[in-house]
């Protein structure tokens, strides 16, 4: 397959395995970070794709560097919006930094990042849009109103917006990922560990390349009658309705 490919989130855990599928894949991709340079810079060392740094919660950065991407690239055909954080907390002792900085990042760059580009892809009458919700958007997770709220918020603007776009030839799907193998996870207390695990019916944590397969599925013309779809991906831990 062949197209320009923007993965936000793109450096690290699930993002660097999506990115790294889809070069594979053919496409020459464009990973977006904002944190984490070291990362960033090893990344691009050992996949050999480029990265460029912006924050997806700043509109005005957003339009910009999509720009930036199609001046090198050309015009992009799949959109990845991967990107998110978590500053996990009860509600009762969560403070408003808490709660907007995971609004911002992961539900208010659903706006930013395919604002940017869908204007583009409807005149051109073609585009894939992925985005990266998650299990706790499903069924909601104690310590996690705001991440839960903002994953849950991806399932919406992801259906409305196939709607919208369908006759367009644009599909919009999402991906609602369960425990996934990454440093996040790789960090935690051994016995916190096991007991994720101990929830997941298969008996084991998700590969980051588990959820890129999907996505290389959703972005190619294999699934052009797929759009408005929630992909689960849990190992069975929750299994949502139809």
């Known amino acids: ?70 001046e090198q690239f050309g015009a992009i055909t799949v959109l990845v919006n991967n990107a998110g954080i978590t500053r996990d907390s009860m509600f009762h002792r969560m403070d408003w930094a808490q709660w907007r900085a995971v609004l911002s990042t992961n539900l208010d760059s659903m706006f930013t990042m395919t604002r940017a580009l869908i204007e583009g892809m409807r005149e051109r009458r073609f585009g894939r849009i992925i985005n990266i919700s998650s299990i706790n958007g499903q069924k909601g997770q104690v310590g996690q109103t705001n991440y839960s709220a903002a994953k849950a918020g991806v399932i919406g603007f992801t259906k409305a917006l196939a709607q919208e776009n369908a006759s367009r030839g644009i599909t919009v799907n999402a ?68």
């Open 1 to 70: 397959m062949s197209g320009i490919a923007l993965v936000t989130g793109g450096t690290r855990g699930i993002g660097a395995a999506i990115a790294r599928a889809m070069s594979a894949e053919g496409y020459s991709v464009a990973a977006v970070y904002h944190g984490d340079d070291s990362a960033a810079e090893r990344f691009h060392e050992e996949a050999r794709i480029p990265v460029f740094k912006w924050d997806v919660a700043d509109e005005a950065a957003c339009v910009k560097g999509v720009s930036e991407v199609e």
């Open 175 to 242: 991906i609602c990922p369960g425990y996934v193998d990454t440093d996040m996870v790789a960090h935690v207390k051994p016995e916190v560990r096991d007991a994720i695990i101990a929830q997941i019916p298969v008996g084991r944590l998700g590969a980051p390349q588990e959820i890129a397969d999907a996505v290389c599925y959703l972005a190619s013309p294999r699934a052009a009658f797929c759009t408005g779809a929630i992909l689960t991906i849990n190992g069975g831990q929750y299994i949502a309705n139809g």
